[in-house]
């Protein structure tokens, strides 16, 4: 794999690493109700439980594509 190749990958599963911090600890604090531009704190706290689900997936999505680059299978980075 080329150097940037490796890099974009990086970046993307940084991004997803990022979301997963977002949608799993911060959803109900201020930052993030306002960077997903939640109606109220009550409706961030009753969605709490869907936000998790979305991190855990991102946190699979990041999980795999850092794997990835350290195998170097080119399949599992089409995967993810």
Known sequence: ???ITIFLIAFIALE???FVVLEMFLWTTPKGIKTFG???KQFAEDTKVLA???GLYNG???AGLVLAILTEHKNSLLFF
Request: charged share 5%.
């Open 1 to 3: 794999m080329s150097t």
């Open 60 to 62: 699979f999505l990041a």
């Open 38 to 40: 939640l109606k109220s």
């Open 16 to 18: 997803h690493f990022y």
């Open 52 to 54: 998790a689900n979305q």
